[in-house]
């Protein structure tokens, strides 16, 4: 039996040959998809045993198969699970909330192919790393928004609603008659505490996800000549962990910066009045230089060093990744202190000034999104790829759409704790204008939506339509069921809505896009609500407005409930987990390279395990294995293939099936998954064999260029496997559309298809004993 760890004593497999193949030294690795399963049920067999690994991802054979007896004729089957790396309690739901980092950090990866523009490459991931810069920025505002402004400078300052929450009293003036904490400065700094506590959250889950995905080192070996092979072969490629480093110690630098300003800013208008006391005024303009200056420590840090790929990048810069949030949590006590000094005559009124700051933050973004299309499109026409989505702009696109979701976060978050401070309407001023117009602005977007869903929905029908016909002419002489026949024809249809996935990104982006500059100018032009810039116009669009701005806010509410209500049944409930899953999974695959507070990136830990799996049992048994994957299965079976030396690549066989390689990662992902990669990996390995069917939404053929698309895409396997009852199939067979692709029989003939390939020299016997094949 194996010993629960194995290892390499960190050398290369390319060492001395390994002992000469024995029959039986097979080995099938099967890798689990989607929403995962059980071992029990990937193997087959109630009786499993984990033979390495621990209870977050490990391998498990059959209790009967743990020796690697040679003779058998079958191979040995290892089921690796690694679904608890994506999965876990109900807490672990909150993630979601960091939905548009993990979104930003997917606009990194999208960007086109583009060999030899290393310059271009480099500045297109600046691009993304400063635009998830501005939405750590936008989160921590939010948060100030809401404790610094809406509660501690507008609700306390105000008698009639710090009366109405009496949790407000000891920092009202009038309730508490003058207390100490009822100073507006010393609000300010006390209220600091929630967006300070949002960033130090932040920065704890990075650090712990951090310890445990980036520091898994893969297996050591040498960098490979640049081929038109995917960046996925680099060494470095799996391991973050001195980038994400640097990052996290800049966004938390930034957030508290972003805290230290909000609090300053009143307090040093307020000092900045004529005969206002000068000490203090000088004080505020040292302050804000020092701000100012750490600031721009931050954005260089961001901008300074990117990805390093090619090695094992094992440095951390302890004392940068130490000094510059221990730097900029002094600045911040030092802001809180300076706020906090008594000024005689000094009154909470109105708003504080964040227009200016959620304005400024917003053009950012646009135009950090426009040069980013730019870039992208210079890479695209250079290299074109007709099946890329969106003709190279996904990436631009995706980061438009990450910071829109960011901004309507903000302003719903921002807008519901105004209307729950002040039900009436009249007491507070209530949050920026422009987080007002943004949340407003909501309706129109669903109404586009459910525009576009109504098109697909037709386009779809039609669809169905035809493929009845198809459907007819592929069962001559069957009796028609034409509930059966509906069926089969309705999940054909649906299957085709994930190849419209670039339509509705770029209707829903060109929207986001539209509908963000009006906001922007809408709250410019005016400098009041919707709401109040219809107040003297047509009764209409006065009805429009006051309508739009009250559901945009209930709108959020109610979509930050069903989101976090969704995403705890997601990660209880497997159905529920599949339905997203396939979008869960493709967002955390990809490493941290452009936000450090993005949900952790479990092909860190995934792709490591199998290469050391495949590496070590082919050094050891000198047998060759057929690497088995599953929808998201086969994207880390791809991953860890590339990972491999060169000659254990050519031990290894590879079965994918339901798998989104070109459909989805290719069409998004063009950079590490387009035809130039897959044909690479093709080279590489030993031989390939990927299955699909036609009622599957997520995978499909891999589509290799040439005269290799044949030998590697199986024809569309038959779903159902009967279309009535026969023999064979006394009841109904199910339409399985993504799942249980081991049940149709092209399975089993192509895995010993694949094994006869693997070993060309050992013949294999016919079942009748007969004839060898």
């Avoid at 520091?215 to 092979?229: I, K, Q, V, W």
């Avoid at 519901?416 to 309407?425: F, I, N, P, S």
């Avoid at 396997?717 to 049940?743: F, K, N, T, V």
Wanted: proline residues 8%; glycine residues 10%; positive net charge.
């Amino acid at each position: 039996m194996e010993r629960a760890q194995e290892r390499v004593a960190g050398r290369d497999t390319d060492g001395p040959a390994p002992r000469p193949t024995e029959p039986g030294t097979e080995l099938e690795l099967l890798v689990h998809g989607v929403g995962g399963t059980t071992p029990e049920k990937m193997l087959g067999d109630p009786r499993t045993v984990r033979i390495t690994g621990d209870d977050t991802a490990a391998v498990f054979r059959r209790a009967d198969h743990t020796e690697d007896a040679p003779g058998g004729q079958e191979p040995v089957r290892e089921a690796y699970v690694w679904c608890n790396l994506t999965s876990g309690d109900g807490s672990r739901a909150l993630w979601l909330l960091l939905l548009p980092f993990m979104v930003v950090n997917l606009a990194h990866w999208m960007r086109p192919a583009a060999r030899g523009r290393r310059r271009t490459v480099r500045f297109y991931g600046l691009l993304v790393r400063l635009a998830a810069l501005t939405l750590t920025v936008l989160l921590v505002a939010a948060a100030c928004e809401v404790a610094l402004d809406l509660v501690a400078w507008q609700c306390a300052g105000v008698t009639a609603c710090a009366r109405r929450h009496s949790w407000l009293g000891f920092l009202s003036p009038a309730a508490s008659g003058d207390a100490w904490w009822s100073l507006p400065g010393r609000r300010l700094a006390l209220a600091a505490s929630v967006p300070t506590a949002l960033t130090a959250l932040l920065w704890y889950l990075s650090h712990r996800t951090w310890s445990a995905y980036e520091s898994h080192r893969p297996m050591a070996r040498d960098s490979e000549p640049e081929t038109d092979g995917s960046a996925l072969a680099r060494p470095g490629f799996w391991y973050g962990r001195r980038l994400v480093a640097r990052l996290r110690a800049a966004h938390t630098a930034a957030g508290l910066l972003t805290v230290a300003a909000a609090v300053a800013t009143p307090a040093a208008r307020f000092d900045h009045r004529a005969g206002g006391p000068a000490a203090l005024d000088a004080l505020s303009r040292l302050l804000a230089a020092a701000l100012l200056g750490c600031a721009a420590a931050v954005v260089g840090v961001v901008c300074s060093r990117g990805r390093s790929e090619n090695r094992l990048d094992q440095k951390l810069d302890r004392h940068l990744v130490r000094r510059l949030p221990l730097g900029a949590l002094g600045l911040l006590l030092l802001t809180l202190l300076y706020a906090g000094w008594s000024r005689p005559g000094w009154r909470s009124a109105g708003r504080l000034p964040g227009d200016p700051a959620f304005g400024a933050l917003m053009l950012a973004q646009g135009l950090l999104v426009v040069v980013l299309a730019v870039v992208a499109h210079d890479l695209y026409r250079r290299h074109p790829d007709p099946r890329a989505g969106m003709r190279g702009l996904g990436g631009p696109a995706v980061a438009l759409l990450a910071c829109a979701l960011g901004g309507v976060m903000s302003g719903g978050l921002a807008q519901r704790v105004a209307d729950w401070l002040d039900g009436t309407r009249v007491l507070l001023d209530g949050p920026p204008v422009l987080l007002t117009w943004q949340s407003s602005l909501i309706p129109a977007l669903l109404l586009v939506l459910l525009a576009l869903a109504g098109a697909l929905a037709l386009r779809t029908a039609r669809l169905a339509r035809a493929e009845r016909e198809r459907v007819r002419h592929e069962h001559p002489g069957e009796p028609e069921d034409p509930s059966r026949t509906r069926s089969i024809a309705h999940a054909r249809a649906m299957a085709t809505l994930t190849d419209r996935t670039p339509l509705i990104v770029a209707v829903l982006s060109a929207t986001t896009l539209f509908l963000g500059a009006a906001a922007l100018a809408g709250a410019l032009a005016t400098g009041q609500t919707p709401k109040g810039a219809a107040r003297r116009t047509y009764d209409i669009v006065q009805a429009m407005a006051e309508t739009s701005q009250a559901l945009g806010s209930w709108l959020v509410g109610l979509g930050f409930l069903l989101f976090v209500t969704w995403g705890r049944r997601a990660y209880k409930d497997a159905s529920a987990r599949r339905t997203i899953g396939i979008l869960w999974d493709v967002g955390t695959f990809w490493p941290r390279a452009a936000h450090p507070f993005a949900p952790p990136c479990y092909a860190e830990r995934a792709v490591p395990d199998l290469t050391w799996r495949m590496a070590t049992w082919t050094r050891r048994t000198g047998g060759r294995l057929v690497l088995s994957g599953h929808s998201q299965g086969s994207i880390l079976a791809a991953a860890a293939a590339w990972q491999l030396t060169p000659s254990v690549r050519k031990r290894v066989a590879l079965l994918t099936y339901g798998s989104p390689l070109e459909r989805l990662y290719g069409r998004w992902f063009p950079a590490h998954f387009g035809p130039p990669a897959l044909a690479a990996l093709h080279r590489d390995v030993a031989c390939w064999r990927n299955l699909h069917r036609a009622t599957d939404p997520i995978g499909g053929p891999v589509r290799l260029p040439g005269d290799c698309g044949p030998e590697v895409d199986h024809v569309p396997l038959r779903d159902p496997l009967a279309y009535g009852r026969s023999p064979e199939h006394p009841l109904p067979a199910p339409i399985l559309g993504h799942s249980d692709y081991q049940a149709d029989p092209a399975f089993a003939r192509e895995r010993a298809r694949l094994l006869a390939r693997l070993h060309p020299d050992l013949p294999g016997q016919r079942p009748d004993g007969g004839t060898p094949v």
